[in-house]
């Protein structure tokens, strides 16, 4: 006995294309395909960064026995986001005026253990020579007044594809543990107040920060004297760390 084949659609997304005209659903089709065409070679430079960082992070275990980078992660940026971020900078909502303005479209966010380690990383990466260095923010030397500290490169990548190479921006953040750690709790805390984070969070925010670059200086320095290069505080540490 034959049975009707599940529908894919529900009967109400289908009554609710049905009240779509034709020409518009094509229009919100061929807008989709447009959108597939802009957002892919952005997946390809998060990809091509991020094989350069772990080739890095593979040669230092290998060859150097120490591992400065903690981990790595990637977010390319949702459709929802980036028209946020086109009303917010005032964007011409054209594919060509997003590529121009929002380079932050791909993003790859590496964490080190030491901020050494972020100043290594960032100079290795950007001296490969078909990495081309568009800007740097030094939120590290320069930390924003909330307390944020990470270093931020703008960086453009080739991606080769069939119809040629394409060069893509990628935002690379690079920042320390404890960095990281501050940043996605301010992150939180500010989605939860929808930007308006009270007084006192704030400044117990601002306080934090202080600590955990404290907590850098200090950690950095321990690791010095364990590897035997000096450190600012010449205390001596019992055996094995
Ligand atoms: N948690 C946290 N993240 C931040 C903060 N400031 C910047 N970031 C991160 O860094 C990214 C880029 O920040 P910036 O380099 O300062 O860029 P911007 O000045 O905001 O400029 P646009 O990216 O063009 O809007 C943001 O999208 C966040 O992911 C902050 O105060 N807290
Ligand atoms: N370069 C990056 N690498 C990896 N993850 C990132 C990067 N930039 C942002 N993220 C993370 O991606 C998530 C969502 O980012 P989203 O694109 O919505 O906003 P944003 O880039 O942080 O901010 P904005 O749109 O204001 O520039 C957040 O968890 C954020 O921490």
Same mark, same amino acid.
């Given at each position: 006995?034959?049975?009707?084949?599940?529908? $894919?659609?529900?009967?109400?997304?289908?009554?609710?294309?049905?009240?779509?005209?034709?020409?518009?659903?094509? /229009?919100?089709?061929?807008?989709?395909?447009? *959108?597939?065409?802009?957002?892919?070679?952005?997946? *390809?430079?998060?990809?091509?960064?991020?094989?350069?960082?772990?080739?890095?992070?593979?040669?230092?275990?290998?060859?150097? @026995?120490?591992?400065?980078?903690?981990?790595?992660?990637?977010?390319?940026?949702?459709?929802?986001?980036? /028209?946020?971020?086109?009303?917010?900078?005032?964007? /011409?909502?054209?594919?060509?005026?997003?590529?121009?303005?929002?380079? @932050?479209?791909?993003?790859?966010?590496?964490?080190?253990?030491?901020?050494? @380690?972020?100043?290594?990383?960032?100079? $290795?990466?950007?001296?490969?020579?078909?990495?081309?260095?568009?800007?740097?923010?030094?939120?590290?030397?320069? %930390?924003?007044?909330?307390?944020?500290?990470?270093?931020?490169?703008?960086?453009?990548?080739?991606?080769?594809?069939?119809?040629?190479?394409?060069?893509? %921006?990628?935002?690379? !953040? $690079?920042?320390?543990?404890?960095?990281?750690?501050?940043?996605?709790?301010?992150?939180?805390?500010?989605?939860?107040?929808?930007?308006?984070?009270? /007084?006192?969070?704030?400044?117990?925010?601002?306080?934090?920060?202080?600590?955990?670059?404290? $907590?850098?200086?200090?950690?950095?320095?321990?690791?010095?004297?364990?590897?035997?290069?000096?450190?600012?505080? !010449?205390?001596?540490?019992?055996?094995?760390?």
């Amino acid at each position: 006995m034959d049975s009707d084949p599940a529908p $894919l659609l529900s009967t109400r997304a289908i009554m609710a294309l049905q009240s779509i005209d034709p020409a518009t659903l094509s /229009e919100v089709q061929a807008f989709r395909e447009d *959108f597939a065409r802009f957002i892919m070679p952005y997946k *390809f430079g998060i990809d091509e960064i991020s094989t350069k960082v772990s080739i890095l992070r593979e040669e230092f275990a290998e060859l150097q @026995d120490y591992n400065p980078i903690e981990h790595i992660s990637s977010r390319l940026k949702s459709a929802e986001s980036i /028209e946020q971020k086109v009303i917010r900078k005032n964007c /011409e909502p054209s594919f060509e005026a997003i590529r121009a303005a929002i380079t @932050d479209i791909a993003g790859v966010r590496i964490v080190c253990s030491f901020v050494s @380690d972020v100043y290594r990383v960032f100079e $290795l990466l950007t001296a490969q020579e078909d990495v081309h260095v568009l800007q740097v923010k030094d939120y590290i030397a320069h %930390p924003k007044p909330n307390g944020y500290k990470s270093l931020h490169v703008i960086v453009e990548v080739p991606v080769f594809l069939s119809g040629g190479p394409v060069a893509v %921006p990628v935002e690379v !953040q $690079l920042r320390t543990v404890a960095m990281d750690f501050w940043a996605s709790l301010e992150h939180k805390i500010y989605y939860k107040y929808d930007g308006e984070v009270p /007084e006192a969070l704030l400044r117990d925010l601002t306080a934090a920060a202080g600590t955990a670059g404290q $907590l850098d200086i200090t950690m950095e320095d321990i690791h010095r004297q364990v590897r035997g290069d000096g450190g600012a505080a !010449q205390y001596a540490l019992p055996v094995s760390v």
